[in-house]
């Protein structure tokens, strides 16, 4: 009988590490500013020049949960050993913006639907391309937020260089923990095998550190 119990013990403690192993495991969203000056931001969604032509960002910022950020802080030192930098258009999304976006484009092609949000909106998801010692980005065979068939990863009808480019980008995201979207070459998913939540923390200019509510 006292191994029937020891036994049952043994199921109940393997469930609850289980229910562990799904928690949120980095719920600290940081400024990448905060962790590195060499990041370039552009933000898009800061200005009218973007796809939804109306800013829906009250201030530029790129927030991020901490490890995706020191993620993409190590990526940026692997592009600056050959002579370019990381330009970021888009990072962590408060689900309001969503909703926002959605109001305006209500279409899943283009915008991830709120009702289940997306990587963006839980601080997960980047947008960027590289740029030259010069400021000028590098040629990836479209704009950003160009929606269409030359926008895939892998589409090849587009310049040697271009297609060159996009290895050298999705290379060295990937060797720190970033997989590419297969429809949009700027954007990348960082892959933490932890759940995380949705979130809708609003930043203020130039704030540091703010932990997801």
């Known amino acids: 009988m006292r191994y029937f119990f020891f036994y049952i013990f043994l199921i109940s403690l393997a469930s609850v590490r289980a229910q562990d192993n799904q928690a949120i495991v980095d719920t600290t969203f ?23 032509k109306v800013a829906v960002y009250d ?15 190590a990526a940026n030192k692997d592009v ?11 990072c962590y999304r408060p689900l309001d913006i969503q909703k926002k976006m ?22 997960l998801a980047v947008d960027l391309t590289l740029i030259d010692e010069n400021g000028n980005e590098l040629d990836m065979g479209t704009n950003f937020d160009h929606f269409g068939p030359e926008s895939e990863f892998a ?18 995201m990937e060797r720190h923990g970033f ?35």
């Open 155 to 172: 589409y090849r009808n587009i310049s040697k260089e271009a297609r060159r480019n996009r290895k050298l980008l999705n290379k060295i």
């Open 179 to 213: 997989k590419v979207l297969k429809s949009e070459w700027w954007h990348y998913n960082y892959q933490m095998p932890q759940k995380a939540a949705v979130s809708n923390f609003k930043w203020e200019c130039d704030q540091g550190n703010m932990q997801d509510k």
């Open 30 to 52: 940081i400024d990448i500013k905060m962790l590195s000056s060499e990041v370039i931001l552009d933000m898009k969604y800061a200005t009218a020049d973007n796809f939804l």
């Open 80 to 90: 600056a050993q050959k002579g370019y930098r990381i330009k970021l258009f888009d």
């Open 102 to 123: 959605w109001k305006i484009v209500p279409n899943p092609d283009y915008v991830a639907d709120p009702a289940k949000g997306s990587l963006h909106n839980r601080g």
């Open 59 to 73: 201030c530029e910022a790129c927030y991020l949960r901490k490890i995706a950020a020191e993620a993409l802080v």
